[in-house]
Nanobody
Framework: QVQLVESGGGLVQAGGSLRLSCAASGGTFSRYAMGWFRQAPGKQREFVAAISGRGSVTSYSDSVKGRFTISRDYAKSTVHLQTNSLKPEDTAVYYC??????????????????WGQGTQVTVSS
């Protein structure tokens, strides 16, 4: 059983940055692809970014490509999401997720086995 705990959310002005972190425990970190999803009020949860177990493959949604960067720290079993040039439409609860897979990354919610509780990101205009 993998436990995921997100941190780093908060209130930021448009154009600002936040670094989200997700600490994983209870499993072999490198065996899991890690993803970030977000859910805004009244909207469905959507894919943001993902990184493969070995860190060699990443994927981003079109809405964040060029502004967000996903990375992972194997020594600390932590995955980070660096968010830059934030926009009000980035406001959402951001969730970390883990998917057991041999290679590559997944962009679909149903592929992920474990989820964190989420961290709120609010971007003011």
């Amino acid at each position: 059983q993998v436990q995921l705990v997100e941190s780093g959310g908060g209130l930021v002005q448009a154009g600002g940055s936040l670094r989200l972190s997700c600490a994983a425990s209870g499993g072999t970190f490198s065996r899991y692809a890690m993803g970030w999803f977000r859910q805004a009020p009244g909207k469905q949860r959507e894919f943001v970014a993902a990184i493969s177990g070995r860190g060699s493959v990443t994927s981003y949604s079109d809405s964040v490509k060029g502004r967000f960067t996903i990375s992972r720290d194997y020594a600390k079993s932590t995955v980070h999401l660096q968010t830059n040039s934030l926009k009000p439409e980035d406001t959402a609860v951001y969730y970390c997720a883990a998917e057991s897979r041999g290679s590559g990354v997944g962009t679909k919610l149903y592929g992920y086995d474990y989820w964190g509780q989420g961290t709120q990101v609010t971007v003011s205009s």
